[in-house]
């Protein structure tokens, strides 16, 4: 049955890959422990988040999940 909920905080990105995400600032390159609901709605939903944002930044970005956390570092792809 639905429920009525008196406040939400919806998660707000950039669908056309312009513009800042507060998924950016974990594409610096450094190795980023993200945990769940502080920094990501679910593991499997910020990873694919994260690649889309890398993507868009000509980034690559490696995931792993580690029970409610998700492991992530940005890196340069190499020239092919």
Do not use: C, H
Request: charged share 30%; net charge positive; aromatic share 8%.
């Amino acid at each position: 049955m639905a429920e009525i909920l008196e406040s939400f905080t919806f998660y707000r990105g950039r669908a056309n890959g312009s513009g800042e995400s507060r998924y950016d600032k974990w594409l610096d390159g450094r190795i980023y422990r993200l945990s769940t609901p502080e920094d990501i709605p679910n593991p499997t939903s910020g990873a694919a988040m994260l690649r889309k944002r890398a993507k868009a930044k000509g980034l690559k970005v490696a995931t792993r999940v580690d029970g409610s956390s998700l492991i992530v570092q940005a890196y340069e792809p190499e020239a092919a």
